[in-house]
């Protein structure tokens, strides 16, 4: 039972294009929402996070949109780069700052970008 | 610096026998974590320690232990290993363990046959 759905499973997009990653949460406990981008051989780094007292989170060309009544988030790149093709993750956890939280991930989505 | 290093990067382990997956960090991080990659399956918790001394079970903890003797180490063993153990391994830690930011290692491929 896969907590944090995500898609598409893999995405195509051309330099300077916008790529978008969805994910989906049914848990409405669930009160933080990071996005990871993971390069080839090496481990996931956060790339940008959102807690839901807000729909949109901006950090350069990385936007999180948040729809909360929909239980959706997801991840746009704008002017997308061949050097942002990698994996990304989405997750979610609950319960800030109430004790230790754990962190459930989607299942990826490979971005190539193509020259 | 250094950050989390792991050993190997990568084995090849015959059925059964028991292997150890290190982790260090040097970031003075409470919380540390022990995740399995899979292909369409993404990044699922195995095991995981918010301070040194304790340990906890995560989503995928069958066939896994692990221990904190100190803040720094966190070893992964598996007793006897199994083929469906084949994923690569990734330890990460963090501050709290309160909703903040995972420092990955580079992960270990472990291939058991």
């Known amino acids: 039972q896969q907590q944090v759905k995500q898609s598409p499973q893999s995405l195509i997009v051309q330099k300077g294009g916008i790529s978008i990653i969805n994910c989906a949460y049914e848990?409405?406990?669930?009160?933080?929402f990071p996005w990871y981008q993971q390069f080839p051989g090496k481990g996931p780094a956060l790339l940008i996070a959102?807690?839901?007292?807000?729909s949109e989170k901006k950090e350069g060309r990385f936007t999180i949109s948040f729809n909360k009544s929909a239980k959706q988030f997801s991840l746009h790149i704008m002017d997308s780069q061949p050097g942002d093709s990698a994996t990304y993750f989405c997750?979610?956890?609950?319960?800030?700052?109430?004790?230790?939280?754990?962190?459930?991930f989607g299942t990826g989505t490979r971005l190539l970008v193509s020259p | 610096i250094a950050g989390i290093t792991q050993a190997p990067t990568s084995q090849i382990l015959a059925a059964g026998r028991r292997m150890t997956l290190r982790c260090t960090q040097d970031?003075?991080?409470?919380?540390m974590y022990w995740y399995r990659q899979d292909l369409g399956l993404g990044l699922r918790l195995i095991h995981y320690?918010?301070?040194?001394?304790?340990?906890g079970k995560g989503e995928v903890p069958d066939g896994y232990s692990v221990s904190r003797a100190n803040t720094d180490d966190f070893p992964l063993t598996l007793a006897s290993a199994v083929p469906s153990q084949t994923s690569v391994y990734f330890c990460?830690?963090?501050?709290?363990?309160?909703?903040?930011?995972?420092?990955f290692g580079s992960g270990t491929q472990l291939s058991v046959l």
């Open positions: 997750a979610a956890s609950r319960g800030a700052n109430t004790g230790f939280q754990k962190l459930v």
């Open positions: 848990n409405t406990a669930f009160d933080y």
């Open positions: 320690s918010n301070t040194a001394g304790t340990t």
């Open positions: 970031m003075r991080h409470n919380a």
């Open positions: 959102i807690r839901p007292d807000v």
């Open positions: 990460a830690s963090s501050e709290t363990g309160q909703n903040e930011k995972l420092f």
